[in-house]
């Protein structure tokens, strides 16, 4: 599958690309735009950033094109509905670039505090000592009012209150308990947000949002807040931020963002009372690199369809989506593309049994399953006629709920086929994904990378040949996890960091031991 990168990313990325068997990788970062339409024609999938517009005359060229990866946060540059109508997955990578945000936005608090920016250049470029003109206030005991508590909103929360900040959230799309856990104090009413001395935002850009911050609401402030905004230009009407810093009602702006970008001229440089980047909330060395491996590994699993990380153009709303719903069903595919590629039958049935609240989401559950599942028998398949294609090819489902005592939330994906019956079950531990069942073993995976499943009668000295017939191929083990039942049997995980051939394969099935060999790879 050909994959083109049309625009630079850490190199960490690009490796990952290069040592995928089934990808084909093409850098076309350096490729001038117009030149970069001959080279997407035959594409499968793309991995962008801010330079490229992902737009109809990009798309029209890109007739093969099932994914893209926006390697960053935003998708202003892509047409997520054009690409939808196209049958696209757009992805993006939301969190790689967390940690560098809030320590830009903590980075910006200060500033405003101290007027750091001035000082430093008065100094150096001035030379002058003027102790006396900067004077500066102290964040201990002051109100912090954070718009969005979110990833990067409530990890700037956790650091303003190690600095004895008061902490204030507004995020009517969370629990309330995840601000209030944290020591912060949550509130519905977007008043509170004003009256607080700083005021942060941290939401992404929607019609909600746009100009959150306008004359309207500075007017409820105190006199002397200090505004901050490292998240999306647009969010605080910049013509009436300005009156307000002209006028002293605001008392410093901190600002990454611009309503368009890139600007080299606007009415906040010519103020004393701001500290102004251009757009650099993502810029550290190490999350540029988590998002091109993040970017790397979203466009394999998309092309493969064993799932599509942070999709924003799945049948669910994932706004409105909880997140811990969203890696469930992430998992159900996951586990589905795994049993598609361990059955070599067709498929007669599909029993989805759910424990726990993600019961409630029995449908989306099914239809996720159904794509993993369906990914080795037709490259058709997407979230919209998942179930109308098993129909189609006579496969019968069914979803029921029951109790486990073991696991707060479980899924169940049991398939039937003429040889017998295959199962497997996964739980988020931790916050991560995790397979606990496979075939009626009770054993524990991430369901990640290249895996081998050997089961075998239990008799010693089982291990010990499977350790050898891999070293023999130079296959480094990565991991190796054992379950075992009441028959005499045990069932072995074995994840590889190398390439496994059918002829490797094959030696594991001659061992004497061995009862089945399958291999799957996400």
């Known amino acids: 599958m050909k994959v083109v990168v049309c625009d630079p990313i ?3 990325g690009m490796e990952i690309l290069r040592k995928a068997k089934d990808i084909e990788l093409v850098d076309a970062s350096r490729t001038p735009k117009d030149e970069l339409l001959k080279i997407i024609e035959d594409a499968d999938g793309v991995i962008t950033r801010s330079p490229t517009p992902v737009d109809e005359k990009f798309l029209s060229h890109a007739k093969k094109l099932k994914a893209i990866v926006r390697a960053g946060v935003g998708v202003d540059n892509v047409d997520i509905e054009a690409c939808s109508k196209r049958g696209i997955i757009v992805m993006n990578v939301p969190t790689a670039n967390t ?9 910006h608090l200060l500033t405003a505090a101290r007027s750091f920016t001035n000082a430093v250049w008065n100094l150096k470029k001035e030379h002058e000592w003027n102790r006396e003109k900067w004077l500066g206030i102290e964040l201990a005991g002051k109100k912090l009012g954070i718009i969005g508590f979110g990833n990067i909103g409530s990890r700037v929360g956790i650091r303003a209150k190690a600095l004895e900040m008061d902490v204030i959230a507004y995020d009517p799309y969370i629990d309330p308990s995840k601000a209030t856990d944290l020591g912060c104090k949550y509130t519905t009413d977007f008043d509170e947000i004003l009256k607080c001395d700083f005021i942060t ?35 605080y009407n910049e013509k009436d931020v300005y009156e307000g810093l002209k006028s002293g009602k605001i008392r410093w702006l901190g600002i990454d963002v611009f309503e368009k970008e890139p600007v080299t001229e606007h009415p906040f440089f010519e103020l004393e009372n701001t500290s102004v980047t251009p757009h650099i909330g993502a810029n550290t060395k190490e999350s540029q690199e988590r998002i ?11 092309l493969r369809g064993s799932s599509y990380p942070n999709a924003l153009n799945l049948p669910i709303n994932t706004a409105n989506t909880p997140e811990w719903v969203i890696k469930y069903l992430e998992l159900s595919q996951k586990m589905g593309y795994i049993l598609s590629q361990i059955i070599n039958k067709p498929i007669k049935k599909v029993k989805i049994n759910l424990s726990g609240d993600i019961s409630k989401e029995d449908k989306s559950v099914l239809t996720f399953s159904l794509v993993g599942l ?4 037709t490259d058709s398949v997407n979230y919209v006629n998942a179930e109308f294609l098993a129909k189609e090819k006579g496969i019968e489902t069914e979803v029921k709920s029951s109790k486990n005592e073991t696991y707060k939330n479980l899924v169940n994906i049991k398939v039937i086929t003429d040889d017998g019956e295959y199962s497997i079950s996964g739980t988020m531990l931790e916050n991560h994904p995790r397979v606990v069942e496979f075939k009626g073993f009770d054993l524990e995976f991430e369901p990640k990378g290249k895996m081998i499943f050997f089961k075998n009668t239990d008799v010693p000295g089982v291990i010990g040949e499977v ?7 130079n296959i480094n083990i990565a991991d190796f996890r054992l379950g075992r039942n009441r028959e005499g049997q045990a069932m072995a995980v074995i994840i590889v960091d190398n390439n496994v051939n059918d002829e ?6 001659n061992l004497k031991a061995a009862l089945s060999v399958g291999y799957a790879e996400i």
């Open 201 to 235: 935002i941290h939401t992404p850009k929607t019609p909600e949002t746009i100009n959150m911050i306008t004359k309207k609401e500075i007017e409820k402030m105190k006199d002397g807040v200090v505004l901050i905004n490292c998240a999306r230009g647009g969010l």
């Open 99 to 107: 940690l560098a945000a809030v320590e830009l936005t903590m980075a």
């Open 467 to 473: 350790g050898m017939t891999l070293a023999k191929h």
């Open 292 to 302: 091109a491996i993040q970017a790397a590994e979203a466009i394999i699993e998309a």
């Open 374 to 377: 369906l990914k080795n028998i």
């Open 10 to 12: 850490h190199e960490a």
């Open 504 to 509: 490797v394969l094959e030696e594991l099935r």
